[in-house]
């Protein structure tokens, strides 16, 4: 009889429902934050987490976009995959943009979405949508549970899949009743996929042969992307350009894997980007890109773009390789490991002359567009002077999240930066309505770093309903919102491309101050210049959230500027 | 220059897969001329043929495109004299042909086909080939009461004695065509 018990409980101990198993394989990947929103397909699952509030923080935002830009940036501030719960239909496709932002900027994510119980697949039933149709393009690997005794090896796998190689969002649809059914608990976590070959052997030949035009080159120019910082190899870059003596540029996704007072680091390619960084890639013999993709707006028309150049391109990715520009030297791998094979080879060197060409144009840039932007002669506040005063008085060393426009190229620009993992903004989908969420995330994957939340008062209003999520979380976000009433950008388009015509970007927006006294957020609202000093620091000292908004130029524009599809070197100082 | 290119992709055989290989070809505006799928040598790997027309540059990165999808084991591209193909076209005529004098029999010996069934009121008519074939003989039936016409994809082998259980070893698995296609295909 004793024995028939012991035998029994045994048997329960490892039979559980999918839900449970579910939070169970999270817990054994070390996931202890999720985003989220509840919903009736994914029930079972918030039923099964409410036993494990202690060991997993749920945050419920106020919106399932909200809690994706969230996971986003909590994986982009921590390095580790973010986790999203959401319901089956509405809830699920409101993850599409988060899916859309984070595979094309390579952020790791598992997305948990509820589905219809499965004998309903297909049924039109209530908040059914074919989402692991929908979300195909734009996860990394997606998969569809309906058998609970599934649900630890596919959950395993979805980490896998998401953090190895190049990473990227995957997305995990549980039908109800896999939830609900009970199954036998094993978990293993997953090592490798047969078909899934995430990190390329390194090619000793390719590393010789980029040694070889590294050592002989002129001037060599340093193109370095967000797969340093994925791979952290920050060390590896730093100690590569030090032995060469190589000037680097960064794309913005690689901004802070390098510190801003370095004194190799020339500053940012691309549209928006610094004067020599673009003028100078027309002269260089050698560019070294490393864990970039030569996204169009870094290389404006491509087919001019470092043509004189041969080009070394370090990727994990070998879609990547010859995807924009021809690599003559392709060497494929992780940064980390191709960079540590590199510095063996290649000798120590200087390149005074050409380095000292990039600091000719910053001053000129300096002379014809910085000091303007830093230290305004009008009395209108500019973006830069706000974003320089916040360096300035943080040194540097705060998580700065940008959303999308004209004060996303300011911060990127101006902003200084001493460590890595500091700079997150939507990159290559340019998603407005990132920077909220996405900052309340990068709070509670750096508890420790002071977040700052960079807007304009267009993105603002798309996601604003995760002040909620602040009010209800208590973290602490300091939000500043640039604020031009104007959608900045398209607005200095129409006065540059399309004779002033401003067709719908002028803002009346409503009383921010007002909005965030309702979500019990401090906040100041700025106006003039006497005023901006005094506030910023509030704004920085405050203990928990506040909202600081400052009224900036209303038409002033973002320069230098590549003009839409011309070629680097049109880059235009005014 | 655009060709006839053959891709033969083997993957995993899973819900979804043949999605995410077609999402490659939607997103960049390139049509499928035809596309077969079976199992393959291998019990639990699957193999498709996909037939387009395109530049060889742009197929090459569809097929690292390709190669990319997690549940994709690998993925090759032929030129037409690279591999040896095959597709199968069904030919339905109304006896009336036969009544009005046609001579469906020596129609189907010049072509080299054959006749698959007699109903008392059609014919079908089965021919194996290149496409240039099929097509011969489709031109030939049409004035003569064609009733319906249907051909497969293309089934196509590769051209050399590899075996892709081969790459299916733990170390092969990691020269993916990818990487070779950045090495080989280039420095040759």
């Given at each position: ?8 409980n ?43 509030q ?130 036998t ?18 090619d ?26 994925l ?10 350009i ?16 390098l ?6 680091n ?20 050698v ?7 030569f996204?169009?707006?870094v ?12 080009v ?42 050409w ?55 300011v ?82 388009w ?14 009346i ?50 320069f ?15 | ?9 083997f ?9 995410r ?13 035809s ?63 036969v009544?009005?004098?046609v ?9 080299n086909a ?52 081969d ?22």
């Open positions: 009889m004793e024995t028939a018990t012991k035998k029994k045994k048997i329960d101990s490892a039979t559980v429902s999918g839900s449970k198993a579910l939070i169970m394989a999270l817990i054994e990947e070390g996931v202890n934050t999720i985003f989220g929103y509840p919903g009736g397909a994914i029930m079972p699952v918030y039923d099964a987490l409410f036993d494990y202690d060991q997993i923080h749920h945050i419920l935002t106020r919106h399932e976009q909200g809690a994706i830009h969230a996971a986003q940036g909590f994986a982009r501030a921590k390095g580790i995959p973010g986790v999203v719960f959401a319901t089956s239909g509405p809830g699920a496709t409101n993850l599409i943009t988060g899916l859309a932002d984070a595979m094309i900027d390579s952020t790791p994510l598992v997305c948990i979405t509820g589905q219809v119980a499965s004998p309903l697949l297909g049924t039109d039933a209530f908040q059914e949508t074919d989402v692991v149709g929908i979300s195909m393009p734009v996860t990394k690997w997606n998969h569809q549970v309906t058998r609970a005794e599934e649900i630890p090896d596919a959950l395993a796998k979805s980490f896998y899949v998401a953090k190895s190689g190049r990473p990227g969002p995957v997305l995990l649809d549980i039908t109800k009743d896999a939830q609900i059914e009970s199954c608990y094993q978990y293993t976590p997953c090592k490798e996929v047969r078909s899934y070959h995430p990190i390329p052997s390194l000793d030949e390719m590393v010789n042969q980029a040694a070889e035009l590294i050592n002989n080159a002129k001037r060599p120019y340093v193109l370095f992307g967000q797969g340093v910082i791979s952290h190899a920050e060390e590896e870059l730093k100690e590569f030090e032995k060469t003596g190589i000037p680097a540029a960064w794309t913005i996704l690689g901004l802070s894997a510190s801003s007072d370095h004194p190799l020339v500053g940012m390619l691309g549209m928006h980007g610094n004067y020599g960084p673009n003028l100078l890639s027309d002269e260089a013999d560019v070294i890109a490393i864990g970039m993709r996204d169009d707006r290389t404006g028309k491509v087919s001019e773009y470092i043509k004189q150049a041969k070394i391109h370090l990727e994990i990715d070998p879609s990547e390789i010859d995807k924009i520009i021809k690599a003559d030297v392709p060497v494929l791998g992780d940064a980390k490991t191709s960079l540590r094979a590199l510095i063996e080879k290649v000798k120590p060197n200087q390149h005074p002359k380095l000292q060409r990039f600091k000719d144009c910053y001053e000129l840039e300096y002379e014809k567009v910085i000091k303007e932007e830093l230290y305004p002669s009008t009395d209108l506040i500019s973006m830069g002077e706000v974003i320089r005063l916040i360096s300035e008085k943080t040194d540097g060393n705060s998580i700065v999240v940008t959303d999308v426009g004209q004060h996303q190229m911060a990127c620009r101006y902003a200084r930066f001493l460590k890595s993992k500091s700079n997150i903004t939507s990159g290559g989908l340019g998603t407005m309505g990132f920077c909220l969420p996405a900052a309340i995330g990068a709070k509670f994957g750096a508890p420790d770093r002071l977040v700052i939340a960079v807007i304009g008062d267009g993105g603002f209003q798309m996601t604003l309903q995760e002040l909620g999520t602040i009010f209800q979380t208590k973290v602490d976000v300091k939000i500043l919102i640039l604020n031009n009433q104007y959608l900045g950008m398209v607005r200095q129409q006065q540059l491309f399309f004779d002033k015509r401003y067709s719908a970007t002028e803002m927006n409503p009383d921010f101050q007002t909005i965030a006294r309702g979500y019990g957020i401090e906040s100041i609202k700025v106006e003039e210049r006497d005023n901006l000093d005094k506030a910023v620091d509030d704004f920085l000292n405050h203990k928990g959230s506040y909202l600081l908004e400052v009224i900036v130029g209303k038409e002033n524009n973002v230098p500027m590549v003009p839409s599809g011309a070629p680097v070197a049109e880059i235009r100082l005014e | 220059m655009e060709k006839d290119f053959t891709l033969i992709v993957s995993e055989n899973h819900v979804g897969v043949l999605q290989i077609t999402t490659i070809f939607t997103r960049r505006g390139i049509n499928i001329e596309i077969t799928v079976s199992q393959s040598e291998l019990r639990d790997v699957h193999r498709y043929n996909i037939v387009v027309t395109e530049t060889e540059e742009r197929i090459q990165k569809v097929v690292k495109q390709i190669e990319k999808q997690i549940e994709v084991l690998r993925a090759w591209y032929y030129p037409k004299e690279k591999i040896l193909y095959q597709e199968i076209a069904l030919y339905k005529m109304s006896v009336d042909a009544k009005n004098g001579s469906l029999e020596d129609i189907v010996k010049e072509n054959r006749i698959l069934t007699v109903e008392s009121d059609f014919i079908v008519i089965e021919k194996t080939g290149h496409k240039e074939e099929t097509q011969a003989l489709y031109e030939q039936l049409q004035p003569h009461g064609l009733l319906e016409f249907v051909r497969s994809g293309r089934v196509a082998l590769m051209n050399s004695q590899k075996q892709f259980k790459y299916l070893k733990a170390p092969e698995l990691g020269k993916r065509i990818s990487e070779e296609a950045v090495r080989e295909y280039r420095y040759k």
